[in-house]
Nanobody
Framework: QVQLEESGGGLVQAGGSLRLSCVAS????????MGWFRQAPGKEREFVAT????????YYADSVKGRFTISRDNAKNTVYLQMNSLKPEDTAVYYC???????????????WGQGTQVTVSS
């Protein structure tokens, strides 16, 4: 099983930017599709963005499309989430996850990290 560790969260004003990172270990990183998910207080965890093994394809939730960009560096075993034009409703704990399957099949993602808190003030 792949182990994941997120970092880069923090407090930012609305309209600001943050870049999250997730470092993987334990398995061959390039064998996995990677994704970012988030969970706000009192809500279920939701899909944010995913990327395939080769970075040739990405998939975004409608709520973040055009504002967030997922990318990966297989040489560094790291996946990133660049978040621009942040809104208060983006406030959540952000998790990265890995999937041995297609990056379009959200239910296949697992091996969750511990999460990193993102708070957007209005």
């Amino acid at each position: 099983q792949v182990q994941l560790e997120e970092s880069g969260g923090g407090l930012v004003q609305a309209g600001g930017s943050l870049r999250l990172s997730c470092v993987a270990s334990g398995r061959t990183f390039s064998n996995y599709a990677m994704g970012w998910f988030r969970q706000a207080p009192g809500k279920e965890r939701e899909f944010v963005a995913t990327i395939n093994r080769s970075s040739s394809s990405t998939y975004y939730a409608d709520s973040v499309k055009g504002r967030f960009t997922i990318s990966r560096d297989n040489a560094k075993n790291t996946v990133y989430l660049q978040m621009n034009s942040l809104k208060p409703e983006d406030t959540a704990v952000y998790y990265c996850a890995a999937s041995p399957g297609s990056h379009y099949v959200i239910v296949t993602f697992g091996s969750w990290g511990q999460g990193t808190q993102v708070t957007v003030s209005s």
